[in-house]
């Protein structure tokens, strides 16, 4: 028989009498941030609520134990915050006032996603909903708790940052079919992301995440989650619906970064500017369907996009189908490599005013001469002047020049690194033999780490072969490691953490007489781990002591 009460809130591992879990080192005492569920609240008679997991605009999830089944699951609590609060016990929600109408709409809307989700529990690449039931004034879904690490972090603990196609084929395409069956049954998941997608201990990969559309869709009433990068612009309040072509942006630029090591530019930038750059190394390795899979599924207008599954799928495993249908969907959209070719050998094709005499075959025929002229050329420089190794750049969407090469004088206009990975660049054979480049790192809350905040030379000055050009680069959010505060003084522990730069909140614990004045009882973070300055960190500290003459007064 399992004892809930020696539960770790935390992994719902069993710690016996001990006051931090030594698996994963939670502290028996420690609080649930604020406005959320408080950890042990039992929901629907069943689930004895944990640590909080995540939470967005929609609502929280948190880890939770399942009395009936005796095993540990996650529980989506509906709480969007922007138009609902909690009561004064801290538990039940309520719509705010004038926010009625959007609750119960956003209330439907959850109901009915995670009851469709709960009908597909059988699919291979989902983790499976199993109960959806109302309390507290608000509605909760029920899923299997799995075990697993973000994509993320499975590509940022790899030794490149990137799989290769194979790898990836093996871990993406299962989700591809799972996906499919989703948008079969209505369901657009909107958030695909190497934050959603999850890969377990048996090495496949499952999708999570889900949320109502309202969450997922600028310009609403909710607080919105986009991933950037992997969002498409429909869903920036730009004009065009969303459908399935939503999820399969996301999803062909969740195998982009899988592919490449670095996130896509984000869909709003794409409007402006609507290129899209892969290293040459990746596209000499990766088959050319693969890559024109990526760039039909990749358009940024919605109605240029890859439309379905089956279309994606079929281009990305250059199947017969998409073969047979290739010249009539994607002529227009495929890539070309457009590489930095020098001043002198580019060629000099005279432009001649039309002839209305000449007959279309002659036309035709002085197409094809420039053509063919047009193709010598551009071999020659290749196997001339830009040796194998040179990892040059190759535009899959627009035509925007990023360096221009004069031999002669050995000068070099400056490309745009803001925005791209400094690892990228500082390894590129291409940059290496133009360009010295150094770093310098600060920190940020907005810019993710390693990727480049500023450069010292402006875009478009032309400088000398091996013109130093310093980088300022993301180290990404500064962190502090969180003492250990429990049984201090309030006013040292205070002045301890607003130095590490921690936000501190009080919270006071009625004394029984057997703890002095002000010592802390309990600290709502994991004591000894990294946090971003700035976090917030709740203490519980012991009031006054009573004394006789209080509870007579009291009396």
């Known amino acids: 028989m399992i004892n809930t009460d020696n539960l770790c809130m935390s992994c719902m591992k069993q710690i016996g009498g001990d006051k931090q879990c030594p698996h994963c080192g939670f502290l028996t005492d420690s609080l649930q941030l604020s406005p959320y569920l408080p950890i042990r609240t039992v929901v629907g008679n069943r689930y ?94 029920v899923s299997e708790y799995f075990e ?48 959603t997608l999850i890969i377990g201990k048996d090495g496949k990969m499952r999708i999570s995440g889900f949320s109502i559309p309202q969450a997922r869709t600028s310009r609403g009433e909710l607080n919105v989650q986009l991933f950037p ?14 459908g399935s072509w939503t999820d399969i942006y996301a999803f062909a630029a969740t195998l982009y970064r899988a592919l490449i090591g670095s996130d896509p530019i984000e869909a709003t930038t794409r409007v402006t500017n609507d290129r899209l750059m892969v290293p040459g190394k990746f596209a000499e390795q990766l088959p050319a369907y693969v890559i024109n899979g990526l760039v039909n599924a990749l358009q940024i ?20 189908t998409a073969a047979a249908s290739e010249e009539k969907y994607v002529e227009s959209k495929k890539y070309t490599p457009e590489v930095p070719r020098e001043r002198e050998a580019e060629p000099q094709i005279p432009v001649l005013p039309p002839k209305p005499q000449k007959s279309g075959l002659v036309v035709l025929k002085v197409a094809l001469v420039c053509v063919l002229i047009g193709l010598v050329s551009f071999v020659i420089v290749s196997f001339t002047v830009l040796p194998d190794e040179y990892n040059v750049f190759i535009a899959l969407f627009g035509s925007e020049q990023t360096s221009k090469v004069d031999t002669g004088s050995e000068k070099y206009f400056v490309p745009n690194f803001v925005d791209k990975s ?8 291409y940059y290496k033999t133009r360009f010295t480049i150094k770093a310098e790192y600060v920190y940020s809350d907005v810019v993710e780490t390693g990727y480049i905040m500023s450069q010292s030379i402006a875009v478009g000055v032309e400088v000398p072969a091996g013109t130093t050009i310093k980088m300022i680069v993301s180290k990404g959010v500064e962190k502090a490691t969180l003492p250990y505060v429990v049984g201090q003084n309030y006013d040292v522990a205070y002045e301890k953490l607003t130095q590490l730069g921690f936000s501190v909140v009080k919270t006071e614990k009625s004394n029984d007489g057997t703890h002095a004045a002000g010592e802390i ?19 519980m500290v012991y009031g006054e002591q009573k004394t006789e003459q209080d509870e007579t007064e009291t009396e």
């Open 48 to 141: 004895i609520i944990g640590k909080l997991l995540e939470y967005n605009g929609e609502g929280a999830t948190y880890i939770a134990w399942d009395i009936a089944g005796k095993k540990p699951a996650t529980v989506r609590e509906f709480f969007p915050d922007a138009i609902a609060v909690r009561k004064p016990d801290g538990i039940l929600v309520s719509p705010k006032p004038g926010s009625e109408i959007s609750f119960r709409d956003c209330f439907q809307s959850f109901t009915e996603l995670w009851g469709k989700l709960i009908g597909l529990r059988g699919l291979s690449a989902l983790i499976c909903a199993v109960d959806l039931l109302e309390d507290f004034g608000t509605v909760y879904a």
């Open 148 to 195: 697993g690490i973000t994509l993320r972090e499975f590509l940022l603990g790899s030794k490149t940052g990137y799989i290769s196609w194979e790898k990836a084929r093996q871990i993406f395409m299962p989700v591809l079919s799972t996906l499919g069956t989703l948008h079969t049954n209505g369901i657009i998941h909107r958030g695909i992301s190497p934050l």
């Open 229 to 242: 990068g992997y969002a498409a612009v429909e869903q920036y309040g730009f004009k065009g619906q969303q």
């Open 301 to 320: 207008m919605p109605e240029d996009r890859t439309r379905t599954v089956e279309q994606l799928r079929a281009e990305i495993t250059a199947s017969p």
């Open 422 to 429: 400094y690892n990228d660049v500082y390894y590129s054979e």
């Open 521 to 539: 009882a309990a600290m709502s973070k994991t004591p000894d781990m990294q946090y971003p300055k700035g976090e917030k960190v709740v203490l």
